[in-house]
């Protein structure tokens, strides 16, 4: 990178907005019955990719994306580095571990946790992520040196120097490889436990998410008559605005194909919801204020014409 690049700005959210945001959209668990599968270890058993010092360096950077705060479990208490690991060493068994087979776990009352057996890969989709997981390998191998090399002991540094190392950087690999590893981050203390993070499924009891409820379901009282449990008021513009990477979690097309398109990497994501809300922070201000007083409506009226291209001209 050369003197006059422009520095890299990466959201950095607080754990009130990373909870927060976990909280607007459940985990997809997706299953495929019926079809062929075949045991995979997970945890400390699995095959590896990362070296232990890359591991180290690794599980210090995740530590700072979904910090534990307070007793509340973050990345590294969840195990985020060792699904990012698992994720990397994929391909080294075979089926790799890529999708988790189904139709439960063992969560709810199956027998037999049906997502630890990973599924086969046709020709199509071994092309296809061999050459997505190669990239990651390289990402990450180069990143994770170069930061090693450029800050000596990174690892063992307090928080807030590695926040303000991986904030500042102005080398290209560590930059790549910090936009990777947030959004990897997110999934591996969030998402299924199969895939070598969420440890005992800490990661859902941070957030209150009850995790797969199949087979065992719910009650006809939980579905008619489910309890209401009241959410904090977030500032809408500021979670928005910081929280950005983290709507990969949120359960709407919109979200999921902004994270597709960026090909994971939370700076290229923070971008792209950056410039979709454009001139709409004037009025989200405005919503927040009416969740406050209780009446949202006017100015959620005119957001919502603004984004569907009627009704109200939206605030500039």
């Known amino acids: ?14 754990r009130r907005g990373l909870l927060a945001g976990a909280a607007l959209g459940a985990v997809a668990l997706v299953a495929l019955p019926g079809l062929p599968t075949v045991a995979v270890p997970v945890g400390r058993d699995r095959n590896r990719f990362l070296s232990e010092e890359q591991l180290a ?19 590294l208490e969840a195990g985020a ?3 990012i690991d698992a994720l990397l060493g994929a391909f080294r068994t075979d089926p790799p571990r890529i999708y988790a087979g189904g139709p439960f776990s063992d969560r709810a009352g199956s027998r037999v946790n049906h997502f630890e057996r990973f599924l086969p890969l046709d020709a199509y989709e071994q092309k296809a992520w061999r050459g997505k997981v190669r990239r990651f390998q390289e990402t990450y191998t180069a990143g994770l040196d170069a ?3 450029s800050t000596p002991g990174f690892a063992t540094l307090p928080g807030p120097a590695r926040d303000l190392v991986l904030q500042t950087s102005q080398d290209p690999a560590v930059t790549a490889m910090t936009g990777l590893a947030v959004t990897h981050a997110f999934e591996g203390t969030w998402g299924a436990p199969e895939y070598g993070g969420n440890r005992d499924t800490l990661g859902w009891q941070a957030i209150g998410f009850e995790g797969d409820r199949q087979p065992r379901g719910y009650t ?23 929280y950005g990477p983290a709507l990969a979690l949120a359960t709407s097309e919109a979200s999921m194909g902004l994270l597709a398109l960026a090909d994971g990497d939370a700076r290229v994501l923070a971008d792209r919801v950056q410039a979709l809300l454009g001139g709409a922070a004037g009025v989200l201000d405005d919503v927040a204020a009416g969740v406050r007083d209780g009446d949202p409506g006017g100015a959620l009226e005119e957001l919502l014409g603004g984004v569907l291209g009627g009704g109200k001209q939206t605030r500039r």
């Open 220 to 242: 006809d009282d939980e579905v008619l008559d489910p309890p209401l449990e009241p959410l904090p008021v977030l500032d809408v513009t500021g979670a928005l605005a910081a």
């Open 81 to 83: 580095h060792e699904s």
């Open 57 to 75: 360096t690794l599980a210090a950077v995740v530590d700072r994306v979904v910090p534990g705060e307070d007793g509340t479990p973050g990345a």
């Open 1 to 14: 990178m050369t003197p006059t690049t422009p520095r890299t700005d990466l959201p950095w959210p607080s």
């Open 147 to 149: 930061l090693a090399a």
